[in-house]
């Protein structure tokens, strides 16, 4: 089968069948990953040094770049995926984007200086406008909408361009008034004609990014622990850390996804609600492994956080990750003990900080909440003949 070189970008069904995640898709949430490793990194370093301010602030605002240039470009594939050669080549441009945006990421936790990011995060945002423009000359039914995408991201890099000349005592003020400006830009251009991204393409590219997620807190707490078996330090307990660890990393991995949402994306204000819940679902569990290696550097010795900070690098993560997952996706389909079990453990997690051993007591809360939910489903199981 020979490719094209050229299709016109006309908008594909939203009940498309077998409509599932393709390699170029796999490829761009794989150069995602150096940038999430180096958030994180940076994270659990500032924690380390009880730098926890400027670690939190810094990491958010960092992974909000990461986020949100991903979840643009898959809602746009979902509907205009046409896998010609334009098509492929302005889609590697965004990954070179991604790329310079995790050569930034240093520079942004240690000097504060974004320049870098900025540069990275508008070559993925500009791209992104091509691609509107071209499904607005072909798609005439939705042409409004892609008009304003593609005027709206333009406006809104020029902002974050000139963010960069605002002086230190403005320059968060400006951060947050171009974060809402982005978030605004979809429910601004939906509103004129929904784009026709499809429900379980969408569910299935976020679920693939919460692996991307998840292994990236299993590889950096497995690091960790194997960088202080190298030193010599106790085994037994660095191995019962490591068991707590990935305990918490298999709970949370099936309390994500023992919830699928395609049936739930059905009105643009709940989708919007969903897609955008799952900034603090992504970067809590990427908050995760950097929160296990503090607690290593806690148990060695080498970190500066007081025991029950080191465990909130953990447990509120967790915590959020809980709540959030809770709202979006139990709430709107279970009733009963589950949901009020999300929120219990929750609590639960938070104040598993105040214990001598907090990644294993939530670890241990997390098992049990994962035991509540295959009860609850066990329970309501059809009887086989």
Avoid: K
Wanted: charged share 15%; aromatic share 12%; hydrophobic share 55%.
């Amino acid at each position: 089968m020979t490719r094209a070189w050229y299709r016109p970008m006309t908008a594909r069904r939203s009940d498309e069948e077998h409509r599932v995640a393709t390699p170029l898709e796999l490829l761009f949430d794989l150069s995602f990953v150096v940038a999430v490793a180096s958030a994180a990194a940076n994270l659990h370093h500032a924690l380390t040094e009880d730098h926890i301010g400027h670690g939190v602030a810094g990491y958010l605002s960092v992974f909000f770049a990461i986020w949100w240039a991903w979840l643009n470009f898959t809602w746009f594939a979902s509907a205009y995926d046409t896998d010609d050669v334009p098509y492929r080549l302005t889609t590697l441009v965004q990954i070179a984007g991604v790329l310079v945006v995790a050569a930034g990421v240093p520079r942004a936790f240690d000097r504060a200086d974004f320049t870098v990011i900025t540069v990275g995060y508008v070559i993925m945002r500009l791209a992104m406008v091509t691609q509107w423009l071209r499904a607005a000359r072909s798609d005439r039914e939705r042409a409004a909408s892609a008009r304003r995408y593609a005027l709206g991201i333009t406006l809104v890099q020029l902002g974050w361009v000139a963010r960069l000349w605002l002086p230190d005592s403005v320059f968060w003020v400006g951060f947050l008034v171009l974060v809402l400006a982005e978030l605004a830009v979809p429910v601004w251009a939906e509103r004129v004609e929904r784009t026709t991204w499809h429900p379980h393409h969408i569910t299935e590219r976020y679920g693939l990014f919460t692996l991307i997620v998840l292994g990236e807190s299993i590889l950096a707490a497995t690091g960790a622990i194997a960088e202080a078996l190298d030193a010599g330090h106790s085994q037994t307990e660095l191995i019962s850390l490591a068991v707590a660890g990935l305990v918490i990393v298999f709970s949370l991995w099936w309390l994500y996804f023992d919830h699928p949402a395609q049936d739930l994306l059905i009105t643009l204000r709940f989708s919007l609600t969903w897609g955008y819940g799952h900034f603090l679902i992504f970067a809590s569990v990427a908050a995760v492994g950097a929160g296990l290696e503090v607690a290593v550097d806690h148990d060695l010795h080498v970190s500066h956080l007081p025991a029950p900070a080191a465990g909130l690098a953990t447990t509120v993560p967790i915590a959020v990750f809980l709540m959030v997952v809770w709202y979006i996706q139990v709430c709107p389909t279970q009733r009963g003990l589950i949901t009020w079990a999300f929120p219990a453990a929750a609590v639960l997690a938070l104040l598993s900080s105040l214990s001598p051993a907090p990644v294993h007591v939530v670890a241990l809360v997390l098992a049990a909440l994962v035991a509540v939910l295959v009860a609850v489903e066990h329970r309501h199981e059809p009887s086989r003949a």
